[in-house]
């Protein structure tokens, strides 16, 4: 496959919709080609592979499917200088079902350190970096979301980790965290005026978040390579989590 030149190639994980679709759109807009990990195998919008959107059907806790993606991206778009680690499992605890942390843990973890160490020795290569999309849960005590809170805070101590580990190689890891950012998932809840207004007078700008806006913030991240910047979270959530 002949794929256009461009400012290098990243991949994105579950990025067919959400702020996976968003940061993948942006990344192209701005000239990366990207690769567009996602069950699927679709790119944003659900369109055949327009110029710099490379779909790609996998799920992320495949780690040989994800680690060939990986490699087969790399060699097509020459190189890679950034892994969006953006796909994640969102649920609500349940004592009916005993085997759901193990679940969240396997996508919102395991698969991400799978997905990273896959594009190490492309990274180490560009001195790129590494997006892993968290939450703001994960520095809140939120009732009912122990696991999924859980496996983002291990997603932030694993973003720190590979930041120390990889120093030494020009290769920068970063987490995202984002506040309640309106997408595909939560449409339908939100348009509940009371449950939107709720969540709405606890974020101090007043608003949800976009989606956009979290593709801007990392493709900003990838696209900058400030390589002081490593082992950090940036949360983008209104300033929910620091008001009283």
Same mark, same amino acid.
């Given at each position: 496959?002949?794929?256009?030149?461009?400012?290098?190639?990243?991949?994105?994980?579950?990025?067919?919709?959400?702020?996976?679709?968003?940061?993948?759109?942006?990344?192209?807009?701005?000239?990366?080609?990207?690769?567009? *990990?996602?069950?699927?195998?679709?790119?944003?919008?659900?369109?055949?592979?327009?110029?710099?959107?490379?779909?790609?059907?996998?799920?992320?806790?495949?780690?040989?499917?994800?680690?060939?993606?990986?490699?087969?991206?790399?060699?097509?778009?020459?190189?890679? $200088?950034?892994?969006?680690?953006?796909?994640?499992?969102?649920?609500?605890?349940?004592?009916?079902?005993?085997?759901?942390?193990?679940? $969240?843990? =396997?996508?919102?973890?395991?698969?991400?350190?799978?997905?990273?160490?896959?594009?190490?020795?492309?990274?180490?290569?560009?001195?790129?970096?590494?997006?892993?999309?968290?939450?703001?849960?994960? @520095?809140?005590?939120?009732?009912?979301?122990?696991?999924?809170?859980?496996?983002?805070?291990?997603?932030?101590?694993?973003?720190?980790?590979?930041?120390?580990?990889?120093?030494? =190689?020009?290769?920068?890891?970063?987490?995202?965290?984002?506040?309640? !950012?309106?997408?595909?998932?939560?449409?339908?809840?939100?348009?509940?005026?009371?449950?939107?207004?709720?969540?709405?007078?606890? !974020?101090?700008?007043?608003?949800?978040?976009?989606?956009?806006?979290?593709?801007?913030? !990392?493709?900003?991240?990838? @696209?900058?390579?400030?390589?002081?910047?490593?082992?950090?979270? !940036?949360?983008?959530?209104?300033? @929910?989590? *620091?008001?009283?």
């Amino acid at each position: 496959m002949a794929l256009p030149e461009g400012l290098g190639g990243v991949l994105v994980t579950g990025a067919s919709s959400g702020i996976g679709a968003a940061t993948a759109a942006e990344l192209a807009r701005r000239g990366y080609t990207v690769g567009c *990990v996602s069950r699927r195998g679709t790119v944003p919008g659900g369109e055949a592979a327009p110029g710099r959107l490379v779909p790609y059907a996998c799920d992320v806790t495949d780690r040989d499917g994800m680690a060939a993606a990986i490699a087969e991206f790399a060699a097509e778009a020459d190189g890679l $200088v950034a892994l969006v680690n953006n796909a994640g499992l969102y649920t609500v605890d349940s004592d009916e079902d005993p085997d759901l942390p193990a679940r $969240v843990f =396997d996508v919102n973890v395991r698969a991400v350190l799978g997905a990273s160490r896959a594009a190490y020795p492309f990274l180490r290569e560009s001195r790129g970096t590494v997006v892993n999309v968290g939450s703001f849960y994960d @520095q809140l005590g939120v009732p009912s979301h122990a696991a999924y809170a859980a496996s983002k805070a291990a997603l932030a101590s694993l973003t720190r980790t590979l930041a120390v580990e990889w120093a030494r =190689d020009g290769i920068t890891v970063n987490t995202v965290a984002p506040g309640y !950012i309106l997408t595909e998932l939560n449409r339908t809840y939100f348009e509940d005026a009371g449950a939107r207004a709720s969540v709405e007078r606890r !974020i101090p700008v007043g608003r949800l978040g976009r989606a956009e806006e979290v593709g801007r913030l !990392i493709a900003a991240l990838v @696209q900058e390579r400030i390589g002081f910047l490593t082992g950090t979270t !940036i949360y983008i959530d209104g300033g @929910q989590a *620091v008001s009283l």
